[in-house]
T-cell receptor
Framework: DVKVTQSSRYLVKRTGEKVFLECVQDMDHENMFWYRQDPGLGLRLIYFSYDVKMKEKGDIPEGYSVSREKKERFSLILESASTNQTSMYLC????????????FGEGSWLTVV | EDQVTQSPEALRLQEGESSSLNCSYTVSGLRGLFWYRQDPGKGPEFLFTLYSAGEEKEKERLKATLTKKESFLHITAPKPEDSATYLCAVFGSGNTGKLIFGQGTTLQVKP
């Protein structure tokens, strides 16, 4: 079974804090993704990566950055958290190329106060 | 513009009452249509991938079908544990590898 593990399920952070969301996959997948999910807006892609040290902006990259130093790990960084970044964050992975099934983690609920 | 539209937004069924969820899509060159199930507070769980018109996939009480413009998720004799939000997604046009999601259908099955 594909396993995408997000290290923190629930976080509460203060405005202006730097926040790290960590994600690890155990299937040697080349592609990794970060989405956020909000009521009424659905899932929106923040960043994705096709390879180690490689990143591409998604639809809503503003206020976020990512890091992929190892193939199995993809980190989402909120440089200075703001209340409008309160959301559910979903990490996902897939094998390389386009058209392959994307598998999601359990999600990280972030509240910024 | 690439688009995925799911209907209905919400569906209430009695246990055993079969029905279908619809996913209409507009994309140039379909490279895969995906169905996911999402329980409250959890990440989407993969159900099916369909690649070409006429293809069908089944899993327990669920059956997914695909035409050139839409996909259906048929639920036969549903049980309360089938209650969840069902998401449909397709890969967008071009070579970005980006999934385009519909808004989902929230299914409630009452005993």
């Amino acid at each position: 079974d594909v396993k995408v593990t997000q290290s923190s399920r629930y976080l509460v952070k203060r405005t202006g804090e730097k926040v790290f969301l960590e994600c690890v996959q155990d299937m040697d997948h080349e592609n990794m993704f970060w989405y956020r999910q909000d009521p009424g807006l659905g899932l929106r892609l923040i960043y994705f990566s096709y390879d180690v040290k490689m990143k591409e902006k998604g639809d809503i990259p503003e206020g976020y950055s990512v890091s992929r130093e190892k193939k199995e790990r993809f980190s989402l960084i909120l440089e200075s958290a703001s209340t409008n970044q309160t959301s559910m964050y979903l990490c996902a992975s897939s094998i390389g190329g386009v058209g392959n099934t994307i598998y999601f983690g359990e999600g990280s609920w972030l509240t910024v106060v | 513009e690439d688009q995925v539209t799911q209907s209905p937004e919400a569906l209430r069924l009695q246990e055993g009452e079969s029905s279908s969820l619809n996913c209409s899509y507009t994309v140039s060159g379909l490279r895969g249509l995906f169905w996911y199930r999402q329980d409250p507070g959890k990440g989407p769980e993969f159900l099916f991938t369909l690649y070409s018109a006429g293809e069908e996939k089944e899993k327990e009480r669920l059956k997914a079908t695909l035409t050139k413009k839409e996909s259906f998720l048929h639920i036969t004799a549903p049980k309360p544990e089938d209650s969840a939000t069902y998401l449909c997604a397709v890969f967008g046009s071009g070579n970005t590898g980006k999934l385009i999601f519909g808004q989902g259908t929230t299914l409630q099955v009452k005993p």
